[in-house]
């Protein structure tokens, strides 16, 4: 079940830019629509408990099916990048060289054959990109700290301002942040495994052994088609020859 059955090439098709697409615009609507709802209904100092977890486990089934799909070198640093490039445009300048540094190591746990149609090897490097998106959240407080805060402070009270920087600076508050992130990702990935194994590779598998089936009974009914109108034909007797 590791291997799809999809033939190995090193090249991307258009077909798995077209997927690529897709499967990311549907992973960044999922995210953005899970963090406005989670801005909407939690104080900001709590949303850390709860995207932490929610928004892989929204994203996770998604990039399982659409990596095995691809089944190419590339797919988990370029859907880094993605991201990356759309925090960059917020404003998060601090996003694009954390995304550079997320994707080389996610390729690099991603390296080996076959690695992006086992679903365990997917499922670990995903991990690395909710890793590095959890380092969008660390950056700024890391390289201008003061001058985040009071940009926070225009917007959220002291007591949410001094939550959130503790939950991002603080080594425990990283590490819980981390675990689930990871928790989030494994749940995703146990429900995206199903869903590939039972909805995407069984009906692939079985059209492939029905393909030759069909052409087998396709060219059998051409036989007896053939051979039913050359009995049809009359003989007819040359009755120049006979005299």
């Known amino acids: 079940e590791a291997e799809s059955s999809r033939p190995a090439s090193g090249r991307w098709t258009t077909r798995d830019i077209l997927t690529f697409v897709v499967f990311n615009l549907i992973i960044v609507f999922v995210t953005m629509a899970a963090k406005m709802i989670e801005d909407m209904l939690l104080a900001p100092q709590n949303t850390f408990f709860v995207g932490s977890w929610l928004f892989p486990l929204l994203s996770t089934p998604f990039y399982v099916v659409m990596a095995d799909r691809i089944g190419k070198r590339g797919v988990l640093a370029a859907s880094i990048l993605v991201f990356g490039a759309l925090y960059t445009f917020m404003g998060g300048l601090y996003c694009a060289p954390v995304a550079v540094v997320g994707a080389i190591v996610g390729e690099l746990v991603m390296w080996g054959k076959g690695s992006y149609h086992d ?3 997917i499922v670990g490097g995903y991990i690395v990109y909710w890793v590095t998106f959890g380092f ?5 407080y890391l390289l201008f700290r003061e001058a985040y805060m009071e940009q926070l402070g225009t917007y959220y009270e002291a007591a949410d301002v001094a939550a959130m920087v503790a939950q991002y600076t603080e080594i425990p508050w ?3 942040m981390m675990a689930m992130f990871a928790a ?3 749940v995703g990935g146990l429900i995206g495994s199903k869903f590939l194994k039972k909805h995407v590779r069984a009906p692939a598998a079985a059209l ?6 069909m052409l087998v009974e396709a060219v059998t009914r051409n036989e007896i088609v053939m051979a039913s109108l050359f009995d049809d034909v009359p003989v007819v ?3 120049f020859l006979s005299h």
């Open 136 to 140: 969008y959240g660390i950056m700024p």
């Open 237 to 239: 007797e040359n009755d």
């Open 119 to 121: 679903i365990k090897r």
């Open 184 to 186: 989030g990702t494994l």
């Open 174 to 176: 990283i590490l819980l």
């Open 208 to 213: 492939q052994l029905e393909i030759p089936k």
